[in-house]
């Protein structure tokens, strides 16, 4: 979602887009990546790639979030240093702050507290590819910078109802009950957990404007600096949708994080703001989705829970 997101926003830039699919190159093997990046020679990198999930996902495969994001991030940045690329973006996530950090959360928030456990897996991961980037500012003057993007959300996301983010969950869900005149939908959790999300496309733009304009060690927050409850979320996205019967919490699934809302200072100092709102951002991706993959990858919600109520 992002790389798709990225090569529509560099096409109106003056470059020449090099983009490793995962068939042509394994980012978990050393050599692969090595080869590709001694071959392409690129000037500047953007580093996207990672297994990504949502909170059930992550809780699911502690060992495949962990291992396949480090090697991703080890590999790249290390094939970027080895090969002189001039500048290298590396995303995170801004999971990779505490549970209980303050709200807004400052970048200087980072390791000041326990991670929410369950994407602590993929944070450790996000947390050591900015500390290696760092690390090779330092020791060989790399100008590699990391970016923490906020929840995103956009066209080309994964809608599958185990894996994905909230987001193309409820789209999937609420799309699937409203062409099935469905009774209810279920909505994971209390309800009350606050989110902060960013259409991907203005994530895109961010992530330009900090691979020209910014050039320090840390972590940068890319967000909107507002967030809303699930609840509110997902009575917007019924609205969205012509969804009319019932919205069922089911608070045996987890909240995880209670807030995660960014601190964007140091990102709107450079003078960058997002351009696209959750509603308007909301009722473009639903209608993406109603167009390009409705039915196609959506797997029937077999929710243990309510599995005897679905039957
Ligand atoms: O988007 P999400 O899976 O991840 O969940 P996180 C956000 C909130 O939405 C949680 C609730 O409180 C979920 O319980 N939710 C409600 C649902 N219904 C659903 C549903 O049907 N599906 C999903 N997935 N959630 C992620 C991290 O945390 O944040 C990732 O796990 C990444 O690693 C991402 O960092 C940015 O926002 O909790």
Redesign the pocket.
Known sequence: MVGSALVRRLEREDVTLITADRDDVDLRRQQQVEDFVSDARPQAVFLAAAR???????DSFPGAFLYDNLLIASNVIEAARRYGVEKLLNLG???VYPKFAPQPIPENALLSGPL?P??QW??VAKIAAIKLCDAFRRQYGCDFISAMP???YGPHDNFD?DS????P??IA?FAQAKAEHGKEV????TGT?R?EFLHVDDCADALVCLMRRFSDEGPVNIGTGTDVT?RDL?ELIAQISGYRGNIVFDPS?????PR?LSDVGRLTALGWRPGISLREGLAQTYAWFERECHRARVKTPVDPVHAGRNA
């Open positions: 990504v999930g949502g909170i059930l996902a992550n996530s801004t999971c929410e369950t994407n993929y944070a906020t929840n995103l109802l994905s983010h909230v987001i969950a409820l869900k279920i909505v994971w959790g957990p989110r699930i997902a699934r987890p909240d995880g994080t995660k």
